[in-house]
């Protein structure tokens, strides 16, 4: 490869193209749509998350007042915990938060960072689709079956598994084009 080549090849080690791609995180081709997105994903983590406070609240206060305890309510904060779990997994995966161990690949140079970075989001991604393909058998097999007390299909609440990891999946396969950058702010956030 060439110098001039070398200098606009997007891993390259410069600061301007490091600058290039520092401009380029985070901005969606529709704008607005990447804050609308996390605050639609944060009020349905938070709603689940408060109905499952309030109705394990209402149980309890039944239950010890009035010896009178809903029967439905494990059934149902089940199946919120699970949609819970997963929208707070694509928020953790869209916010680039998951537990990395760099004490190794921090030493490397941040053209070897970028390609490990870009194989084992590949990787994340294509184990993300395996899981979201079996959660999604795993539905339509038993999808159909009705909770005892709620009557509801399993899958209302099963659903949660492959959603989120689609989800989950296509937010690493975008995020791909700037890995680079959320490197490099990795490195400077270490520095200070």
């Given at each position: 490869?060439?110098?001039?080549?070398?200098?606009?090849?997007?891993?390259?080690?410069?600061?301007?193209?490091?600058?290039?791609?520092?401009?380029?995180?985070?901005?969606?081709?529709?704008?607005?749509?990447?804050?609308?997105?996390?605050?639609?994903?944060?009020?349905?983590?938070?709603?689940?998350?408060?109905?499952?406070?309030?109705?394990?609240?209402?149980?309890?206060?039944?239950?010890?007042?009035?010896?009178?305890?809903?029967?439905?309510?494990?059934?149902?904060?089940?199946?919120?915990?699970?949609?819970?779990?997963?929208?707070?997994?694509?928020?953790?995966?869209?916010?680039?938060?998951?537990?990395?161990?760099?004490?190794?690949?921090g030493?490397?140079?941040?053209?070897?960072?970028?390609?490990?970075?870009?194989?084992?989001?590949?990787?994340?991604?294509?184990?993300?689709?395996?899981?979201?393909?079996?959660?999604?058998?795993?539905?339509?097999?038993?999808?159909?079956?009705?909770?005892?007390?709620?009557?509801?299909?399993?899958?209302?609440f099963?659903?949660?598994?492959?959603?989120?990891?689609?989800?989950?999946?296509?937010?690493?396969?975008?995020?791909?084009?700037g890995?680079?950058?959320?490197?490099?702010?990795?490195?400077?956030?270490?520095?200070?």
């Amino acid at each position: 490869m060439t110098a001039a080549a070398e200098a606009h090849h997007p891993i390259a080690g410069t600061e301007d193209v490091a600058k290039q791609f520092d401009s380029t995180v985070g901005v969606d081709p529709v704008p607005g749509t990447h804050t609308l997105i996390d605050r639609v994903l944060e009020m349905l983590a938070a709603s689940a998350l408060a109905g499952i406070t309030l109705i394990l609240f209402a149980n309890a206060v039944l239950r010890f007042a009035f010896n009178s305890p809903l029967g439905w309510t494990e059934e149902l904060v089940t199946g919120l915990m699970l949609w819970l779990t997963m929208l707070g997994f694509t928020l953790g995966v869209r916010r680039r938060e998951s537990i990395a161990i760099r004490a190794f690949v921090g030493r490397l140079s941040v053209r070897t960072q970028v390609w490990l970075r870009l194989a084992t989001d590949l990787l994340t991604a294509a184990v993300l689709l395996h899981l979201a393909w079996f959660a999604y058998l795993y539905v339509t097999t038993f999808g159909d079956d009705p909770l005892p007390y709620l009557r509801l299909p399993s899958g209302f609440f099963t659903a949660a598994l492959p959603v989120g990891a689609v989800a989950a999946a296509l937010i690493v396969l975008f995020q791909l084009p700037g890995c680079r950058a959320a490197i490099l702010r990795q490195l400077e956030e270490e520095k200070s």
